[in-house]
């Protein structure tokens, strides 16, 4: 989950609620859906939304580099690395660290980069991020609501807008051969007074370089959708689903066909789910365990517990030996930056790689790459 969220209902956000594929704070089982974040900490609030542009004025508004306040910092560095952001007030930033945590390159800036995912290449970093104008744009008084998908092209270090208008795009993973970009999508926000309402989060796919988007997972009631997998083969997509009833959360793990396959449950009581690289092993949230990090086989066939952690926003190495993930910390209120070998041997002993209460970073995502 992400850090702290807010609560929210089907039709209605009844306290500023932004979730993410797979979040950085603790939640209760009765409290809002994995990945959100408590608005009343200095954190997040966001929403989803159709392709439709709701601004105020008659002609559509398309964001630009300007807009998102960015700017290029430094060239992305070669070799392993893990890449972070600092959601913290503006002017927020996107950076670069090795894997032993010592070394760290500031790559750009933008406002409130919120979600990341890097192509399988590492030319090309899509990211969602906030509209400083969100009010005057599309009359959405909650702050955060909108985030349009972008891309920083790392050889030219610029940025483009690919998916924009009255939506929400967090949970950002590129699919085989970098031809598409998987989010989960929040949509149709709506202002009616004090409150606001919004659709999703459901499951879609932004095709490059055409930029159309598809959703890929039904709009049901009280269901929310989230870190979408997809294996390397491109045939198969794993994800999150929260229900809620009664409540309370139920959170499990399917597995879907692609293009359009019937969505099946492949572990109960489980959540924010990260495939290797190989795409024969998942990371998760074990709820059974205190949502302590385990690792399986998509066949289900090994179960084994890597971090005694309720660690989120998962990743793994670039060799699948080791994972990085977000570890909150309630006193500190922000999230650090661990790492443990992927095959369970220091569960009770993780590396800390990124102190956030030493740095003051409000860190919401990472990646592990290779370049």
Not at 37 to 47: E, I
Not at 267 to 286: C, H, M
Not at 345 to 364: K, M, V, W, Y
């Amino acid at each position: 989950m992400s850090p702290a969220r807010h609560r929210l209902t089907h039709v209605a956000v009844l306290a500023l609620l932004v979730l993410r594929c797979n979040g950085a704070s603790p939640s209760s089982e009765g409290g809002p859906p994995d990945g959100a974040v408590d608005r009343s900490r200095p954190d997040v609030l966001r929403a989803e939304g159709a392709v439709q542009d709701r601004s105020l004025d008659s002609s559509p508004y398309v964001p630009k580099a300007a807009d998102i306040k960015f700017a290029a910092v430094h060239a992305l560095p070669s070799g392993e690395q893990i890449l972070f952001n600092d959601w913290n007030a503006d002017p927020n930033a996107v950076y670069s660290m090795t894997p032993d945590g010592k070394t760290v390159t500031e790559v750009f800036r933008a406002f409130r980069v919120w979600s990341m995912g890097v192509s399988h290449t590492a030319d090309r970093i899509a990211f969602s991020c906030g509209d400083p104008l969100q009010e005057q744009h599309y009359g959405i008084k909650i702050g955060d609501a909108i985030q349009h998908t972008w891309v920083y092209d790392v050889s030219q270090q610029t940025v483009s807008v690919l998916a924009y208008g009255n939506i929400n795009d967090e949970c950002h993973a590129f699919g085989p051969g970098d031809s598409a970009i998987y989010v989960c999508r929040r949509y149709d926000f709506k202002q009616d007074g004090s409150n606001t309402s919004n659709k999703g989060w459901r499951i879609g796919r932004i095709d490059l370089p055409g930029l159309s988007f598809t959703f890929l997972t039904p709009d049901v009631a009280m269901e929310y959708h989230l870190s979408p997998q997809p294996t390397p083969d491109g045939k198969t997509l794993y994800f999150g689903r929260i229900q809620i009833a009664g409540g309370k959360q139920q959170n499990a793990i399917l597995r879907q066909a692609l293009p359009s396959g019937a969505p099946e449950v492949v572990r109960s009581n489980a959540k924010s789910p990260t495939l290797s690289a190989d795409g024969t092993r998942y990371v998760f949230q074990n709820i059974d365990d205190n949502r302590h990090l385990y690792v399986a086989t998509v066949d289900g066939s090994s179960l084994v517990k890597v971090a005694a952690a309720e660690g989120t926003t998962t990743r793994y190495s670039p060799d699948g030996k080791q994972i990085a993930y977000l570890v909150w910390d309630a006193p500190k209120n922000c999230a650090h930056i661990d790492a443990v070998k992927a095959d369970g041997t220091e569960a009770s002993a993780p590396r800390r790689l990124r102190d956030c209460g030493g740095t003051g970073e409000f860190i919401t995502e990472l990646d592990w790459i290779t370049r």
